[in-house]
């Protein structure tokens, strides 16, 4: 059983930067797929980016150019570079990997000010 813990949240100015990191207890170099989504209050969970085994990556639009999504097999972490953030950002951020079968991470809240 594969558990993942997400950090890197916090309160930020619009404009600011943060990174989150997702850590994974075992190897993710099983998972084929890895990414980010993101719930803001009342809203349905979405997309965010997504990154392959291989490096390949997949980002929402309204994110694309801003964020950055990248892992490190060895280390066994995800993470998301997130520049040029806007009050539109805020949300909590969830880690999902899928391998044999779909795990999600716990959250950790973004909250970004005007």
């Known amino acids: 059983q594969v558990q993942l813990v997400e950090s890197g949240g916090d309160l930020v100015q619009a404009g600011g930067s943060l990174r989150l990191s997702c850590a994974a207890s075992?190897?993710?170099?099983?998972?084929?797929?890895m990414g980010w989504y993101r719930q803001a209050p009342g809203k349905q969970r979405e997309f965010v980016a997504t990154?392959?085994?291989?490096?390949?990556?997949v980002y929402a639009d309204s994110v694309k150019g801003r964020f950055i999504i990248s892992r490190d097999n060895a280390k066994n972490i995800l993470w998301m570079q997130m520049n040029s953030l806007k009050p539109e950002d805020t949300a909590v951020y969830y880690c999902?990997?899928?391998?044999?079968?779909?795990?999600w991470g716990q959250g950790t809240q973004v909250t970004v000010s005007s």
């Open positions: 990154i392959t085994s291989s490096g390949s990556t």
């Open positions: 075992g190897s993710i170099s099983t998972f084929n797929v």
């Open positions: 999902r990997a899928v391998g044999r079968r779909v795990y």
